[in-house]
């Protein structure tokens, strides 16, 4: 599961310590590979699937961006679609997106997912829930949408991520590259509108509704919408916490070169799109700035783009050698990345762990290994274990 520990939210945001920015290093496309991890594959079947969680008796839910959900077995048997699920558009890279299941789903039965509505003229990225009772979802609805549409079927986001009060993130895309549009400007442009959910990390409660202590509740100053918590992102697909630090991490997608590991916090602006190592598609420059004050530096950068998408942080003693290690799912380099922060908080030399397809999601199991979800018309889920 994405969230190991447990302790208030404000407990832990203070916990945190202060790190000094350090300027990231810029990492090439090609690292050296992680040893003494093997891999198996545990289940297969899966068609083009997004997001994935496990439930509390070991098996897990899988979704697919055409708008199924399935359950996998504890031996890796792959379920018929779960009943009950709405229509689900699907629209560019927007459909059935990321699942997370409620931390008290033992006594309520609740999944959260995110995903999108409307249609490629006028759309946006919602999050919705259902109570699973066997392999059916009942007392479906929408929590909340985009109060904004879009057109075209870029840049959904979207990833969930529980956090230990019971408050839940999800990431929303900034709404696509240029000549996409909203409010009469580039939506590019809106990661920098705290009024608005393109380019931000959401943090809501269980019902939707924003959080007490979220910035722009406790400072209406800011004009930041009540349920935004970071700014400034172009299109985060990984988000996780670690359970012994507190810190909660994010990946988000560059254009051109500029994929981003990220440390989050509340009230974080994380720059994009004034501040960034990204191109264009075509080469030109989106900005000369690569940092600067107030706004926060990302971790690490990829250059040129691994497409990061998936994201946990493994702490445990199956692995013993990747214990607090973060791992990152890479779409376009086919791997895993393996991150590993140093006394001063800066980012060490990276390893991959090759899987040979596109990575979507990425899981640390109750069983303490790490499952890897490929995105794929014949999806597997591979299973990383020690070697030997």
Partial sequence: MRVIAAAVLGAVLVAIPAVAQVRPPVVAFDVPAEPGVAQE???????????????????????EKAGRM??????????????????????????????????????NGLVYFTHATGTDAA???????????????????????????????QHFGSRLLWLPDGSLLMSVGDGGNPPASVLGDLSRKQAQNGATWFGKVLRVTADGLP???????????????????????????????????????ATEHGARGGDELNRIVAGGNHGWPIVTYSLEYSGKVITEERSRPGFRDPVSVWVPSIAPSGLAVYRGTVLPGLNGAILAGGLMSSDVRVLR?????????????????RVRDVVAGPDGLIYVLTDEDEGRIIRLKPAG
């Fill in 41 to 63: 594959v545990w289940a297969t079947g899966l068609v083009k699937p997004w997001g994935m969680a496990f439930l509390p008796d070991g098996r897990a839910i899988v979704t």
């Fill in 70 to 107: 399935r359950i996998v077995s504890k031996d890796g048997r792959v379920g018929p679609p779960v009943a009950g699920m709405p229509k689900i558009p699907v629209i560019g890279q927007g459909g059935l997106l990321d699942v997370a299941v409620h931390p008290d789903f033992a006594t």
């Fill in 123 to 153: 759309n946006a990225t919602a999050l919705s829930r259902g109570k699973l009772t066997g392999n059916m979802l009942t007392e479906v609805q929408e929590l909340i949408r985009n109060p904004v549409s879009k057109g075209g079927g």
């Fill in 211 to 249: 959080v007490k202590n979220n910035p722009g509740v406790l400072n209406p100053r800011l004009g930041w919408d009540r349920r935004v918590w970071s700014i400034g992102h172009r299109n985060i697909q990984g988000l996780a916490r670690d359970g012994s630090t507190g810190v909660v991490w």
């Fill in 341 to 357: 922060m140093g006394a001063d908080g800066a980012a060490r030399p990276e390893r991959r762990i090759e899987i040979g397809a």
